[in-house]
T-cell receptor, first 114, second 114 residues
């Protein structure tokens, strides 16, 4: 049981390039989330999903897209990276049926956009 | 939307002393308040949480108190140890079907001085 895993761990992009961050969970959780963490700003919700095939916007969705084609995977895409998207990205998942409030986090992806 | 403020941003205490971190929230409808610990290079991990129907909860050296009237909650760590050094985040949410979004505070970097 690996919990929540994220790929890649670190990436450097040039402005305008695109990439996809992958989050996978093996806990059969219904809900999944993408956050970004910036110094002095805590964690801010980008997008989230309450089930396979569904996604919704969070607090800071601009410049990002997401997809939840499979229950265990949640993908975060950057179509045209900007320096303002330099951040550490965390994925989380939760199970709404028991202790549904508890979110379990992955180890993070550090992204640098030059 | 919900706004969570967290103080202090940094805290240093002697090993064996107690540490207290405070958070305030703005939305009186919030009913779930978790605390996360984030060690260097890792994702946040839940250490304790409290729901609005209780005023205090303890788990060994860690306790959380909630004052719904004043809309603030606090994390108390007693008999601090070097392994308590980390960044701590408070969060708040309204737990309801289809809405499990957390709003995080900006974090407190706790340093335990040996």
């Amino acid at each position: 049981n690996a919990g929540v895993t994220q790929t890649p761990k670190f990436r450097v992009l040039k402005t305008g390039q695109s990439m996809t961050l992958l989050c996978a969970q093996d806990m059969n959780h219904e809900y999944m989330y993408w956050y970004r963490q910036d110094p002095g700003m805590g964690l801010r919700l980008i997008h989230y999903s309450v089930g396979e095939g569904t996604t919704a916007k969070g607090e800071v969705p601009d410049g990002y897209n997401v997809s939840r084609l499979k229950k265990q995977n949640f993908l975060l895409g950057l179509e045209s990276a900007a320096p303002s998207q330099t951040s550490v990205y965390f994925c989380a998942s939760s199970r709404p049926r028991t202790r549904r409030e508890t979110q379990y986090f992955g180890p993070g992806t550090r992204l640098l956009v030059l | 939307g919900e706004n969570v403020e967290q103080h202090p941003s940094t805290l240093s205490v002697q090993e064996g002393d107690s540490a207290v971190i405070k958070c305030t929230y703005s939305d009186s409808a919030s009913n779930y308040f978790p605390w996360y610990k984030q060690e260097l290079g890792k994702g946040p991990q839940l250490i304790i949480d409290i729901r609005s129907n209780v005023g205090e909860k303890k788990d060994q050296r860690i306790a959380v108190t909630l004052n719904k009237t004043a809309k603030h909650f606090s994390l108390h760590i007693t008999e601090t140890q070097p392994e308590d050094s980390a960044v701590y985040f408070c969060a708040a949410s309204i737990v309801a079907r289809g809405n499990e979004k957390l709003t995080f505070g900006t974090g407190t970097r706790l340093t335990i001085i040996p």
